[in-house]
């Protein structure tokens, strides 16, 4: 840089300050321009002539479908087929597609489970999803033992088919399965194999006769999948299960949260060029639990002067949707600060990692935030 | 339950309801952060109008990004379709996201000696004097809701395509182009790719009006290309790093677009008409391969939750 930088800036301060003043003809005619703006579309003489609404809605997201067919296999996973009961045909979805099941509790409340669909996407009047039962007592929340009590002929609803774990197309991939993490990548390695791509599996799990599936995936070609089973040969290493990749290979791993972990660090990320070639790693994105946990308190929403009890275990947000169901809201996690609320009384515990939430704001995100006392008077 | 093919979606009259026919995509926030450490100043190398014509982003999103938020999160309470309200609801977080993390570089640029009030409280200025209330009531009140969602449905198109543009420009990684600040474009210009359908399918749900698509895509056009040509400039003459005689104004502009650094008007002409055709929606836009590819190997968003 060879120009004085004093002049220059006081140039352009002076360029600036000229700007600021007197704008342009064209850049004044504009600004008169838009100011009339929203008074010609809003006035009703042109709502007469000019504007017709014609609202485009769509239907279809939940699906009451039967349960057409219901097998057990390796021992405890239960495979379900649905199909409409007409026998019509479902949306189509792709590879890492899911669903969620929603099934009616005793006490009127729903629980919902999501399930990767594993059957042949091809195939427009049926869906397949398998479910490892996992006992209360062994730490499971009980959607899987809900499920293994469906039959063959129940009526369940379906909200789906949405996709967190896109499979995209590719000449190379690496399939990686940890237990009945296989489901989603069932459909991948079979359109992998289907299109001609150069793919490979490793499918890890506790014993072979625990791991669905086996017998279908040896049989679309036994050279590229390699069964790992923990009796035979110990827990798996990750670094053992990326070994060999190309260079324009894409990783689909689907396991428990230590093999994600560990795949992430043997696969660090980077800024991919506009070729997007290289090796990539696809991970299926899970909606994260609520952070919640804490004393109970009440919010009491000023506009309504509706009051809410907030439980021990549930966020503010819960509380509050059960008299507002659509307050604001996106990450569930603290981070996005869509849900931020207005907080006219009470003093404010601050949890996430927003920007919005620090100490002293007279605001909170009601999705992980919590009162230091008992009560909170927020803006809704 | 019904089957039709998406087709049939365009012949569909008013009150209609057809049946989805593909599955959603998943919508959801990511959790980025980014260390803006290490970035020097003119981050697009050799290229200093090109720099501020993408810090315009940085000064004019979050505002706009914001509202737009507020607005179409006013649109919840009329929204019964199950599969747009769950799309609209990651939407929001995501632009929530967007606005915080180019306001995180506004620190940046102010301890640059930037002067980031002029052009924030004149995009503050629009946001409230033009685009903001009115104080309407009623009918008026219901027009200029809808006529909000109009424009933000075009501007979310013009994103869209500009986020594909920000992936596929090999130009960026052969000038060499800040690797932070490219994933922050590009990452943003994913998450563009990926969510391009729910401005437009909320607007179509809530009113759809032809007319009104083409009115507010001319509007939302116009206005954007006018207040990113003044910001750009604005910032590109006030920036006092760049060696004197600095190129003059139109010159930078066609001088960047011809590197490949910036879209020229050439890709605003070519983006923008399929929008107003009346059969239009975003899923024709081709697959978002190159947007899930990005994200899986983006550094800010690969991990985050």
Known sequence: ???????????????????????????????????????????????????????????????????AAK??????????????????????WSPGAHVDV??????????????????????????????RRIDPAAGGGGGSVAMHALEVGDRVTLRGPRNAFNFVSGTAYRFVAGGIGITPILPMVRAAAAAGADWTLVYAGRSRSSMPFVDELVALDSARVT????????????????????????????GPSPMIDAARALIPPRVPDASLRGVSLHTERFSPPPVVGGRPFSVTLARTGATVEVAADESALAAIQRVLPDVRYSCKQGFCGSCEVGVLKGSIEHRGSSMRAVDGADSMLVCVSRAEGDALVVDL | MTTQSPASRETSVEG??????????????????????????????????ATHFWNVMHLVLPEGERAMADVLGRALDQIEDP???????????????????????????????????????????????????????GRAADAWFKERLGLYAAAEHFTAVV?????????????????????????????????????????????????????????????????????????????????????????AFIRSARRGLIPGIGFVLREIPPYVRRDFHPSKMGPIDKAVRYLANSPAARDAA
């Not at chain 1, 042949?120 to 869906?127: F, G, K, L, N, Y």
């Not at chain 2, 506004?106 to 301890?111: D, K, M, T, V």
């Not at chain 2, 009006?209 to 509007?219: C, D, K, M, Q, S």
């Open chain 1, 71 to 92: 097998e057990i296999v390796a021992g405890d996973v239960a495979v379900f087929t649905f199909a409409a009961p007409t026998g019509g045909v479902l949306p189509a």
């Open chain 2, 163 to 251: 986020g594909e543009w920000l992936i596929d420009n090999a130009e960026f990684d052969r000038v060499g182009v800040d690797p932070t600040m490219l994933d922050l474009l590009r990452w943003h210009g994913a998450e563009e790719m990926e969510h391009r359908n729910v401005a437009f399918d909320v607007y179509q749900y809530v009113d759809g009006g032809y007319a009104r698509r083409v009115r507010t895509a001319i509007v939302a056009s116009a206005g954007l290309l006018t207040l990113w040509l003044w910001a750009s400039r604005f910032l590109y003459v006030n920036d006092p790093r760049i060696e004197r005689p600095r190129r003059p104004m139109p010159l």
């Open chain 2, 83 to 137: 599969r747009l309200k769950e799309e609209l609801i990651g939407f929001i977080g995501q632009e929530e996201t967007h606005a915080s993390s180019h306001e995180s570089f506004r620190h940046y640029l102010e301890a640059h000696g930037v002067d980031i009030p002029r052009v924030t409280g004149v995009m503050a200025q629009i946001m409230d004097k033009i685009f903001g209330e009115h104080d309407l009531t």
């Open chain 1, 1 to 67: 840089m060879t120009t004085p930088r004093g002049a220059s800036l006081a140039a352009s301060r002076t360029v600036a300050a000229a700007a600021a003043t007197t704008p342009s003809r064209t850049l004044r005619t504009l600004g008169r321009a838009a100011h009339q703006y929203p008074r010609v579309v809003t006035s009703d003489r042109w709502a007469a002539k000019v504007d017709r609404s014609d609202p485009q809605r769509r239907d279809g997201y939940d699906l009451s479908l039967v349960i």
């Open chain 1, 102 to 131: 929603l099934l009616p509790r005793p006490d009127g409340s729903t629980l919902m489970r999501q399930y990767s669909l594993n059957g042949d996407p091809a195939d427009r009047t049926h869906w397949r999803i398998a479910v």
């Open chain 2, 16 to 49: 209609a309801h057809t049946a989805y026919a593909e599955e959603a995509l998943a919508i959801r926030p990511r959790n980025v952060s980014f260390d803006w450490s290490s970035v020097p100043f003119h981050y697009v190398p050799t290229d200093a109008y």
């Open chain 1, 227 to 254: 069964i790992h089973t923990d009796d035979e040969e110990g827990q798996p290493d990750t670094a053992a299960l990326l070994q060999d990749l190309g260079d324009d290979t894409a990783v689909y791993l689907c």
